[in-house]
Structure formats: C-alpha cells, structure tokens
C-alpha cells in the first residue's frame, strides 16, 4: 500500500472540477486518506518546489500556486504513485494521454489542474511538508 500526494490546483477548484477529479480517483480504486483546502502561503509552495527554484518559471509557479485556493490530499492504494501520475497524464496537457485529467481538463502548462508526487520519496517530502 502507498501514499501519494496530490493538489488540485487554483485553475482547478474554480472552475469547479473538485468533484470530477475525486472522482477519477475514486472510482480507479484509490482512498482519499486525508484532504484540505486551503490558500497556500508563499513559502510552503516555495518549500514543495524546490527543485525547480533555478528555473526560470519558478517564480510565476509560486506566484501561481498562491493565486487562490487550492486543495490538497493523500491518496493511498496499490501503486497508487504511479496509478495516480498515470490519471493526470503528462505534465504538458498537449502531451497527456486521451481521457488523462490533464488533457481532459488543463489549461496550460502552467495551469495543468493537478499536481502529483513523482516518487514515494517526492510522496513522503511532500506529504510531510503539506500535512504536518
Ligand atoms: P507540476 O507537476 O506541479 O510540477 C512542476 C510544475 O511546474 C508543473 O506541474 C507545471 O505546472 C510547471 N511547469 C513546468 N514547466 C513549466 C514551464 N516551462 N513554464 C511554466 N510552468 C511550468
């Protein structure tokens, strides 16, 4: 059994698609083991990010991430780090499989709806960054 964790990001709560999103997770079989919403501050998005802090869209992701309410939430289940990476579909939503949330719901890039951990390590980090 793993955790991962995810966020729905603002582009994704206010254009009401919460729902539609628990509910691709739920009905693949995954357990929502905890959940919030809530308006992230500057340095907990800075904190999750950290590995892209040299890149040059860093600070319009952080200026993104804090924009407006996002939620966030442990999924647990079998495989559930890359069960869930395989439901968001790829990163860029031009690239993101048929029927992936990303494609069936991104913006752009940037706004790409959902986040996902990348690693049972990113998971564990994240988590405990999120959820302390
Ligand atoms: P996410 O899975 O949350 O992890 C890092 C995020 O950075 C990614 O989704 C994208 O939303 C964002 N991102 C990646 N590349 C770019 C880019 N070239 N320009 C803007 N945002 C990006």
Known sequence: MEKTFVIIKPDGVKRHLIGQILHEY?????????????????D?????????????????????????????LVLQGEDA???VRALNGA???EEAGVNTIRALYAVSLSENTVHASDSLESAEREIGIWFN
């Open 91 to 93: 990163t860029n939503p």
């Open 44 to 72: 907990t998005v800075k904190a999750h990010y950290a590995e892209h802090v040299e890149k040059p869209f860093f600070q319009e992701l952080v200026d993104y991430l804090t924009s407006g309410p996002i939620v966030i």
């Open 26 to 42: 739920e009905r693949n079989g995954l357990e929502i083991a905890d959940m919030k919403m809530i308006h992230a501050d500057v």
């Open 81 to 83: 780090v890359a069960r």
